[in-house]
């Protein structure tokens, strides 16, 4: 059943789930509505026959004057009279008495109703003084409501010397019923008709939007990244789906552009170093081989043009290898412990600088070890780098909700607006480096961000120009 289901629209299947549910609905309410309809008639009818046969009881036992009639008296001559009294055309009465025998019958003309046979289930109730015994029963092949009504000589007395049953012809509540029912069928079927047109109309509406994001996805599969779900004024699912589909495809275009940009960034980085390699050889392969000192000169400036080529390199690979946190190999770092192995290790970047660590409180961290150094290298390099030589470089810790926040502060020659607003992404380099310094790559920054937004932490520069620089990054505990 589902997998023929799966082959349909979903406006095929959500028309026809609509279509099922109205009509259960409406059937249920119209059964209601039908055995309502007939419960009122009956219960209607025999309130009626029972007001009509209550005069002539009374009026009949009256006249037999003050003298009670008692049992024995219930004879057919007594009540022969109220039997033929209580029929009609449509209703015949028979007097029982109280050992069962029909003693009087009402029906004298041949169109008259046959009376119906009695039940002494019913009839033994009525005896026993139950008074508005009424029940549906077949009779010659037709539908008949019976009514028993025990016959006492004096309304309150507990003596009972007979019952009068009274079977009456449905053929009126039938008629009532059928009429009703003609009008009720045809409310149902203009219901369920409008109900439906208006369902699938509707559910088409709905649906359309849905369509058109079907189409701008498709197109956008085929390259076209300007296209957007153009669906306003929605604030229901779809609408929020094309918001989030929106998003969404705001965030790739944005990744693709990086994407690009990275590339060529990364292609421009390494065809300088790879240009100038060319350059040297040239010059060697020209026939400066033999002038020893242009070789030595050239072959110091290709080391170095090398040695940059490596470490640009390393740091693509790096950059690549943190794009899944699966790589990370987290263990739990006592911080007072590992800062103090890294404080030998900084002794070989930090050599004209004073560096001072100001140690914070106690604090345990899962984190990559290593990543960690790497971070803290890449900080404290770039405070090296731009600083001038003599000044103080510090290094320093605290405890924040659920966080360790690091700062790393030098008193250099600061960044510039410009230079803040560009400088984790990739390639970026500010302008006027203090050219004694070793040319960087323009990935530090974006490697150390990248490496602590792996491990779930954030990091943010303050910058005064000419003044220093500090950077804060922060680790979950
Ligand atoms: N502590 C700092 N003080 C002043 N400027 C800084 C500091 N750190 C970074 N910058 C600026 O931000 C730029 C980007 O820094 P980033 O570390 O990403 O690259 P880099 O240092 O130039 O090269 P490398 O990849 O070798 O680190 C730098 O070129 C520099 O202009
Ligand atoms: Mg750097």
């Known amino acids: 059943m589902t997998n023929i289901l799966k082959n349909y629209s979903l406006r095929t299947k959500l028309v026809l789930l609509y279509t099922i549910l109205l009509i259960f609905s409406v059937s249920l309410i119209s059964y209601y509505s039908y055995w309502n309809t007939w419960q009122m008639l009956i219960n209607n009818k025999a309130s009626n026959m029972r007001a009509r046969a209550k005069p002539i009881i009374e009026h009949f036992l009256n006249s037999k004057g003050s003298d009670s009639p008692d049992s024995n008296k219930v004879t057919r001559q007594n009540f022969s009279e109220l039997a033929y009294d209580l029929t009609s055309r449509n209703a015949t009465a028979i007097i029982i008495n109280t050992n069962g025998e029909v003693i009087a019958t009402g029906k004298r003309l041949p169109e008259e109703m046959e009376p119906s046979p009695i039940n002494y289930k019913y009839f033994h109730q009525a005896l026993s003084g139950k008074n508005e015994i009424s029940y549906i029963t077949d009779a010659n092949g037709k539908r008949v409501q019976v009514f028993l009504i025990p016959i006492r000589p004096r309304p309150g007395n507990q003596k009972i010397i007979g019952v009068i049953q009274i079977s009456a012809s449905l053929s009126d509540v039938n008629k009532?019923?059928?009429?009703?029912?003609?009008?009720?069928?045809?409310?149902?079927?203009?219901?369920?008709?409008?109900?439906?047109?208006?369902?699938?109309?509707?559910?088409?509406?709905?649906?359309?939007?849905?369509?058109?994001?079907?189409?701008?996805?498709?197109?956008?599969?085929?390259?076209?990244?300007?296209?957007?779900?153009?669906?306003?004024?929605?604030?229901?699912?779809?609408?929020?789906?094309?918001?989030?589909?929106?998003?969404?495809?705001?965030?790739?275009?944005?990744?693709?552009?990086?994407?690009?940009?990275?590339?060529?960034?990364?292609?421009?980085?390494?065809?300088?170093?790879?240009?100038?390699?060319?350059?040297?050889?040239?010059?060697?392969?020209?026939?400066?081989?033999?002038?020893?000192?242009?070789?030595?000169?050239?072959?110091?400036?290709?080391?170095?043009?090398?040695?940059?080529?490596?470490?640009?390199?390393?740091?693509?690979?790096?950059?690549?290898?943190?794009?899944?946190?699966?790589?990370?190999?987290?263990?739990?770092?006592?911080?007072?412990?590992?800062?103090?192995?890294?404080?030998?290790?900084?002794?070989?970047?930090?050599?004209?600088?004073?560096?001072?660590?100001?140690?914070?409180?106690?604090?345990?961290?899962?984190?990559?070890?290593?990543?960690?150094?790497?971070?803290?290298?890449?900080?404290?390099?770039?405070?090296?780098?731009?600083?001038?030589?003599?000044?103080?470089?510090?290094?320093?810790?605290?405890?924040?909700?659920?966080?360790?926040?690091?700062?790393?502060?030098?008193?250099?020659?600061?960044?510039?607006?410009?230079?803040?607003?560009?400088?984790?992404?990739?390639f970026y380099r500010g302008k006027n480096q203090n050219s004694s310094f070793e040319k960087g790559t323009g990935l530090g920054l974006a490697l150390t961000k990248s490496m602590i937004e792996t491990h779930g932490g954030t990091i943010k520069i303050k910058s005064i120009p000419g003044k220093g620089t500090t950077i804060y990054f922060t680790l979950p505990i």
């Open 176 to 426: 009532t019923l059928f009429q009703h029912s003609v009008e009720l069928f045809s409310v149902v079927a203009i219901i369920l008709i409008v109900g439906i047109l208006l369902g699938y109309w509707l559910i088409g509406i709905s649906l359309k939007d849905l369509q058109n994001l079907s189409v701008t996805c498709q197109e956008i599969s085929k390259g076209n990244f300007t296209k957007r779900a153009d669906i306003k004024n929605r604030k229901d699912e779809i609408g929020k789906l094309a918001d989030s589909f929106n998003l969404m495809i705001n965030k790739l275009e944005n990744m693709f552009d990086l994407q690009k940009r990275f590339v060529a960034n990364a292609a421009h980085e390494l065809l300088t170093p790879l240009t100038g390699l060319k350059g040297s050889l040239e010059v060697i392969l020209r026939g400066a081989q033999d002038d020893r000192e242009t070789v030595n000169k050239l072959s110091k400036g290709m080391y170095k043009e090398v040695n940059h080529l490596i470490r640009l390199c390393d740091q693509l690979l790096g950059l690549s290898r943190l794009e899944s946190t699966t790589n990370l190999s987290k263990r739990q770092i006592v911080l007072h412990e590992f800062i103090n192995e890294f404080k030998q290790k900084a002794k070989y970047i930090i050599k004209s600088h004073s560096f001072i660590i100001q140690e914070g409180p106690y604090v345990k961290l899962t984190a990559d070890p290593d990543l960690l150094e790497q971070i803290l290298f890449n900080l404290l390099s770039n405070a090296v780098r731009y600083s001038n030589a003599g000044t103080t470089i510090f290094l320093n810790w605290k405890l924040i909700p659920d966080y360790v926040e690091f700062r790393v502060v030098d008193q250099g020659k600061g960044m510039s607006k410009e230079v803040l607003s560009h400088a984790f992404e990739p």
